[in-house]
């Protein structure tokens, strides 16, 4: 992990501050430069854990390509980023997760499914779970209402369309949703917390790191 990384600008952007987020973009390709990222015995690729965050660093040479020096840098970077499911389901596990009886739905974040096409390495890494029974949520490519910062801007808006996102959990029946993005992760969190809701909310990487016995489970019942 270079220790020179930062943020990668995706919130300064959404607020309209081009300039930090341009600072921001500058500091991350110089430091992940500086680990050899695509150098011959250097970094192969950078993995993002979050939805919002991987599809900045993805897009880096369209929002900053008129910058000095900083085009042919963002593209080279860019092409290296990957959904940290994307690494994991792209070679075979070392190890067999334990069985999690446990029933689960999918909420594709918008930057992950839409912003980045990502959309089927997520829910392969569910399916790898043995007794994990993962239930289709309806109209699972909706928006939560996150969306960056429009839940903070637009806070009624964002609550309405939440509240058809959080319908549509409940019709599934599940009692984990899965989720990729700290945005709508923090989003739904607090309209199921409104709701009385005992739905748990967690990252994909999460939910395997249990069935591998690598975290705490608490309850999975």
């Known amino acids: ?82 959904d940290v499911t994307e690494l994991l389901v792209a070679r075979a596990p070392r190890a067999v997760p334990r069985p999690l009886p446990i029933v689960a739905t999918y909420h594709p974040p918008c930057h992950l499914h839409h912003a980045q096409r990502v959309t089927e390495a997520p829910l392969a890494l569910l399916r790898s779970i ?14 939560c209402g996150s969306a960056g910062i429009y839940n903070v801007l637009r806070p009624a808006m964002a609550g309405r369309v939440r509240d058809d996102k959080l319908d549509a959990i409940e019709a599934t029946g599940a009692g984990w949703l899965v989720t990729g993005n700290p945005g709508c992760h923090l989003h739904l969190v607090a309209g199921l917390a409104e709701r009385g809701r005992t739905v748990r909310v967690i990252h994909p990487v999460s939910l395997l790191a249990i069935a591998h016995g690598l975290a705490p489970s608490e309850s999975t019942t």
């Not at 390709?29 to 965050?53: I, K, M, R, Y």
């Not at 993962?134 to 490519?141: D, G, K, M, N, Q």
């Open 1 to 82: 992990m270079p220790p020179e990384q930062t943020c990668c600008g995706a919130l300064d952007l959404h607020a309209g501050r081009s300039g930090r987020a341009l600072a921001l973009a500058r500091r991350n390709l110089d430091a992940f430069e500086a680990v050899g990222l695509g150098e011959p015995g250097g970094t192969h690729f950078v993995a993002s854990t979050a939805a919002g965050c991987g599809a900045m660093l993805r897009d880096l040479s369209r929002h900053f390509g008129d910058a000095p020096g900083v085009t042919a840098q963002a593209r080279r970077f860019e092409l290296r980023v990957r």
């Open 130 to 143: 043995p007794g994990l029974t993962l239930v289709p949520l309806p109209r699972a490519e909706l928006c």
